[in-house]
C-alpha cells in the first residue's frame, strides 16, 4: 500500500530535520530532509532520503558528496525556508545569508554547513538505492562536529518540536524484577 503525504500513517514518524548541503552543477544549496538517519556506527553511515527531481539531488550524484547538518531547536525558521525553496530557482544560500543565516565551510567535502546546528556531518556518498519514490543517499561520515550544549528541532505531525520533558526509563530494580520474570521464558 502506499503511505501518502500528509496522511496519518505517514505523520506519526518522529524524525530530525536535517539541513543537507551540496555544491555541484547547480551551485551551492540547502535543503531539509526529515529522513535523515545514522544507519550504521562502523563505519558511520548516514543516508538521506531525497526526491529525484530536487536541485540536492542532482548536485549529490554530480559531486558525491554532501553536508549534513542536524538542525536545532532554534532553527525551525532555516528548516522552513530551506525546505519550501527550489535551488533550481533560487540562490538559497546567499538568500538565506542574507537574512542573517550563517554557513561555514567544510574541511574535507566542498559544500558548506549550516552554523548553529546541533551537529554538522561532512559525508562522502558510499552508495545509493531507490526502493521507492526518494533515493536513498548513503555518506560514509568523514568528518563530525557535535555541539552538545544545543537541542535538536524534532518533526512531527507535520510540526516543529522540542523535546520536552524526560520520560522515565526502567532502572536496575525494575531490570532485576523483569529479568526474573524473563527466566520462565527463555527458550531452551
Ligand atoms: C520540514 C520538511 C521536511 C522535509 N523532508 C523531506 C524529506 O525527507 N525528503 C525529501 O525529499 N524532501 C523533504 N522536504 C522537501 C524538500 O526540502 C524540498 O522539496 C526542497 O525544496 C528541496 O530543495 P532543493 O530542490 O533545493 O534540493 C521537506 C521539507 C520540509 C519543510
Redesign the pocket.
Known amino acids: 500500500m502506499d503511505l501518502p503525504y500528509g496522511t496519518p500513517a505517514s505523520m506519526t514518524f518522529v524524525t530530525n ?1 536535517g539541513l543537507i548541503t551540496t555544491d555541484g552543477p547547480l551551485g551551492a ?1 540547502v ?5 535523515t538517519h545514522l544507519v550504521s556506527y562502523t563505519p558511520g553511515l548516514i543516508a538521506v ?3 529525484p527531481p ?4 542532482e548536485n549529490i550524484e554530480a559531486i558525491k558528496e554532501f553536508g549534513v547538518s542536524l538542525a536545532a531547536a532554534d532553527q525551525n525558521v532555516l ?2 525556508l ?7 530557482k533560487i540562490d ?1 544560500i546567499g538568500f538565506l545569508r542574507e537574512l542573517g543565516f550563517s554557513f561555514v565551510p567544510s574541511t574535507q567535502i566542498k559544500p558548506p554547513l549550516v552554523e548553529g546546528a546541533i551537529a554538522q556531518y561532512e559525508c562522502k556518498l558510499l552508495q545509493q538505492i531507490k526502493p521507492g519514490n ?1 533515493t536513498v543517499f548513503i555518506g560514509e561520515v568523514l568528518v563530525a562536529n557535535v555541539f552538545p550544549d544545543k537541542e535538536p528541532l524534532a ?1 512531527h505531525q507535520r510540526k516543529f518540536w522540542k523535546l520536552g520533558e524526560q520520560v522515565h526509563k526502567p532502572g536496575k530494580e525494575e531490570l532485576e524484577k523483569q529479568a526474573e520474570v524473563m527466566e520462565k521464558y527463555k527458550r531452551s
Open positions: 530535520l544549496n535543503s531539509t530532509i526529515e529522513w532520503c531525497v526526491d530536487d536541485a540536492n539531488h528548516a522552513s530551506a525546505g519550501n525553496t527550489k535551488g533550481r538559497k526518494r518533526y
